[in-house]
């Protein structure tokens, strides 16, 4: 068997793991109910628990490392979770260091949105591309950004924090305290206000039949709008000229190859798709125009493999390699990586 590397992804309803080989295939997977709210020592004992149970399915494996997705804001470099509001009491707690020196391995670690995005760029409907801006639609709005075969970081890596650009000086205010964010209008949870604002209990819509009389989501509204309603329907168009605006803007920004929609609505990708491409048309200089806006491929396995391809890809952007390194070797490194082979 080749060799693999385990992942893991802090960043859903539910930690999962798996494990993974340098051909984006997965061979074990398992999950556990989130601790999120338990402190850092909990999701970290979760994580390692967690580990034993996939290599006890595969027990001939070679492990070659240990990929992380972790909500940000985090430092991928230094390998410290700063301080992600979905995880309860994690302040500057150096994941890779904890990890790294329990298990023995190399440890990477990165953003989960970023590590979605590597997973569509190397196995999914990026592959073969430059670059691309992954968005990835459900509770919130995050994303990343491959440049040039790189995951753009930024300062601190806490770069590509899309769904926070304000795009409305309107509407409902932010978990982050803004008014305007693109996740506060156009995220899953925004479309489900939305139509839980627009119907009442007991009203006899579908929107609430389907809910149970009891507040609407997004995934009931794409229900709703493939069944036809024309409630759901109108709460659709409304969200195509939303993310459309803000596919617009991330258009201009980094000028990709292609734009990915990944996350929970996505699964609604056909009913969003032409309006998405209407409001890109009318509001996108003539030179972004032609850019396709397609739907992701590995689903809620994309950052899991990405996460795995930080350990399984040498030359992975972020000097993933170098990140247990001092500088000397780093330099070596990426001496060598210039010169296109590993370093003696």
């Given at each position: ?38 402190g850092s020592e909990a999701v970290i004992g979760q994580i390692i628990a ?199 803007n991330l258009l201009h920004l980094y000028s990709p190859d292609l734009i ?85």
């Open positions: 068997m080749s060799k693999l590397a385990l992942a893991f992804d802090l960043g859903g309803t539910a930690l999962r793991g798996a494990l993974v080989e340098s051909d984006g295939s997965v061979v074990a997977h398992a999950s556990a109910p989130t601790m999120a709210g338990a967690l580990a034993g149970d996939l290599i006890a399915q595969s027990p001939q494996a070679e492990i070659a490392g240990i990929g992380v997705g972790a909500p940000g804001p985090l430092d991928p470099k230094a390998g410290i979770v700063i301080a992600p509001p979905t995880l309860a009491g994690w302040h500057d707690v150096p994941l890779i260091d904890i990890l790294g020196q329990h298990f023995g391995l190399p440890v990477r670690l990165e953003n989960d949105a970023n590590a979605a995005a590597l997973g569509e760029w190397r196995f999914g409907a990026g592959h073969g591309s430059g670059s691309l801006v992954f968005v990835t639609v459900s509770t919130g709005i995050g994303g990343g950004v491959v440049a040039d075969g790189h995951i753009y970081h930024g300062r601190r890596g806490l770069a590509a924090e899309i769904g926070h650009m304000t795009i409305t000086g309107e509407g409902d205010r932010c978990f982050c305290g803004a008014i305007g964010c693109f996740e506060a209008v156009a995220s899953g949870t925004a479309l489900g206000r939305r139509a839980t604002r627009q119907t009442a209990p007991g009203d006899g819509s579908l929107l609430r039949r389907l809910s149970g009389d009891g507040d609407v989501s997004a995934r009931h509204v794409v229900e709703a709008a493939q069944a036809g309603d024309a409630n759901a329907l109108e709460l659709i168009e409304a969200e195509a000229r939303w993310l459309g605006i803000g596919f617009t990915v929609m990944g996350g929970g609505l996505s699964n609604g990708f056909d009913l969003l798709a032409p309006s998405i491409a209407a409001v890109v048309q009318q509001r996108a200089m003539p030179a972004y125009r032609d850019v396709p806006i397609v739907r992701a491929e590995l689903g809620d396995r994309a950052g899991l493999i990405g996460a795995a391809s930080l350990i399984l890809w040498e030359g992975e952007p972020g000097l993933a390699l170098a990140m247990a390194q001092d500088d000397k070797d780093s330099g070596a490194t990426a001496d060598a990586r210039e010169r296109g082979r590993s370093p003696d």
